[in-house]
Nanobody, 115 residues
Framework: QVQLTESGGGLVQPGGSLRLSCGVFGTIFSINAMGWHRQAPGKERELVAVITGGTTNYADFVRGRFSISISRDSGLNTVYLQMNSLEPEDTAVYYC????????WGKGIQVTVSS
């Protein structure tokens, strides 16, 4: 059974940083994308960053502030999202996802940027 588990969220002041992690447990065949989405209150879920086919893509609102990476250790994939220069507009629930033959999603983790 596949399970994606996010960690690293929380409350941070504007201009601060957070590093989100997503552990991918279980076997996923033919992985062709790994990434992060987010959903702010009253808004639709939107792409933040994705690695696919060796290429990294970011949403326009990232503007060089975020960095996505993947590590593989003893068969465990972990997807990271380093977020710097956070703004109140980045407040949202952040979701990890992996695309294989189907899409797998984490439960989401809250990120709140506020003074």
């Amino acid at each position: 059974q596949v399970q994606l588990t996010e960690s690293g969220g929380g409350l941070v002041q504007p201009g601060g940083s957070l590093r989100l992690s997503c552990g991918v447990f279980g076997t996923i065949f033919s992985i062709n994308a790994m990434g992060w989405h987010r959903q702010a209150p009253g808004k639709e879920r939107e792409l933040v960053a994705v690695i696919t086919g060796g290429t990294t893509n970011y949403a326009d609102f990232v503007r060089g502030r975020f960095s996505i990476s993947i590590s593989r250790d003893s068969g465990l994939n972990t997807v990271y999202l380093q977020m710097n220069s956070l703004e109140p507009e980045d407040t949202a629930v952040y979701y990890c996802y992996v695309r294989g033959y189907m899409d797998y999603w984490g439960k989401g983790i809250q990120v709140t940027v506020s003074s």
